[in-house]
């Protein structure tokens, strides 16, 4: 099934309003996809959210190594593209955004290799 059938769309940040065909950044293999080309641009661009994948570069001497960021990329593109997620889009109350997933399943082959390219690298955020 199909969710923009139901009428169901996504509501994050930098989503589009309307299915497109996915630009060149979005690998997912997608015949469709909720985002713009500027959003598929900026996911490997541009510190979107505010959050730099080099953030911790400052305190460690460090930049994160791209056989770990694509899993960071791969992620924000999910969020921010992905067609059939309706099924799993739950409404909140938060600053960001309105809507959020909620018990979307996961690979348990996707976080081992995620694991497996991460494990050694830094990555936080300060709160504010």
Sequence with gaps: MKWHTLGIFW??????TKLKS???????GKNEACCTENTTRDVHHTAMYGFSLDFCEEQTGQKMRDVCKKHFH???CFYECE???GPWVVKVKRKLSKE??????LCESDCNTWWQDCRFEYAYTVRS
């Excluded at 996915?22 to 997912?28: E, F, L, R, V």
């Design 100 to 105: 959020r997933f909620f018990e979307a399943p």
């Design 74 to 76: 791969r992620d924000l």
């Design 83 to 85: 067609p059939n997620i």
């Design 22 to 28: 996915p630009g060149p950044s979005y690998g997912g």
């Design 11 to 16: 509501t994050a940040v930098f989503t589009a």
